[in-house]
T-cell receptor, first 110, second 114 residues
Framework: QKEVEQNSGPLSVPEGAIASLNCTYSDRGSQSFFWYRQYSGKSPELIMFIYSNGDKEDGRFTAQLNKASQYVSLLIRDSQPSDSATYLCAPSGSARQLTFGSGTQLTVLP | GAGVSQSPRYKVAKRGQDVALRCDPISGHVSLFWYQQALGQGPEFLTYFQNEAQLDKSGLPSDRFFAERPEGSVSTLKIQRTQQEDSAVYLC????????????FGDGTRLSIL
């Protein structure tokens, strides 16, 4: 089992819809969880982080964390074509480095 | 302020050559990380520095890979006797001290070994 599992996609949603991205992790020691967005040929860009169970909202983005189920998700409301990118889930566990999933490729269709 | 700066952006080398990749972290960030990213994959951890101390090098794939950060600021990742499987994007990230601080990434160096 990989440490961080994400559906690789591609995930396609129409413009204006809600995009739902999911991530499961195996390290129960993980304390904080980061979502990065990576455009093709660019570096990962932090868009959300969460460290408490429940929901955290920031603009069109909502992160949801369930530590008991070892599950974290990212919802993007009112999806825009500019949201088309690969989304990387990265728990920060007992080690200081991030362990990334392979990413979910999202395409928002105009 | 300035972000993480990496150079060169692109590097092409022949198999067997040595290469050096540079990372200039955000000023004041004590932690510095190197990652390797293959096409279609997430970044894979290589090594971690806290100031000038290399605290974790468990991700370095072989003894051909060497990293240093002698003054606790700029870091260099060196790959000796490059192989084709070393072709990847090498990402550097830095992080401020304190809990729950995120890592900020540079634009990476795309390394191609011919």
């Amino acid at each position: 089992q990989k440490e961080v599992e994400q559906n690789s996609g591609p995930l396609s949603v129409p413009e204006g819809a809600i995009a739902s991205l999911n991530c499961t992790y195996s390290d129960r020691g993980s304390q904080s969880f980061f979502w990065y967005r990576q455009y093709s040929g660019k570096s990962p860009e932090l868009i959300m982080f969460i460290y408490s169970n429940g929901d955290k909202e920031d603009g069109r983005f909502t992160a949801q964390l369930n530590k008991a189920s070892q599950y974290v998700s990212l919802l993007i409301r009112d999806s825009q074509p500019s949201d088309s990118a690969t989304y990387l889930c990265a728990p920060s566990g007992s080690a200081r480095q991030l362990t990334f999933g392979s990413g979910t490729q999202l395409t928002v269709l105009p | 302020g300035a972000g993480v700066s990496q150079s060169p952006r692109y590097k092409v080398a022949k198999r067997g050559q040595d290469v050096a990749l540079r990372c200039d972290p955000i000023s004041g960030h004590v932690s510095l990380f190197w990652y390797q990213q293959a096409l279609g994959q997430g970044p894979e951890f290589l090594t971690y520095f806290q100031n000038e101390a290399q605290l974790d090098k468990s991700g370095l794939p072989s003894d051909r890979f060497f990293a240093e950060r002698p003054e606790g600021s700029v870091s260099t990742l060196k790959i000796q006797r490059t192989q084709q499987e070393d072709s990847a994007v090498y990402l550097c990230a830095s992080r401020a001290a304190g809990p729950y601080q995120p890592q900020h990434f540079g634009d990476g160096t795309r390394l191609s070994i011919l």
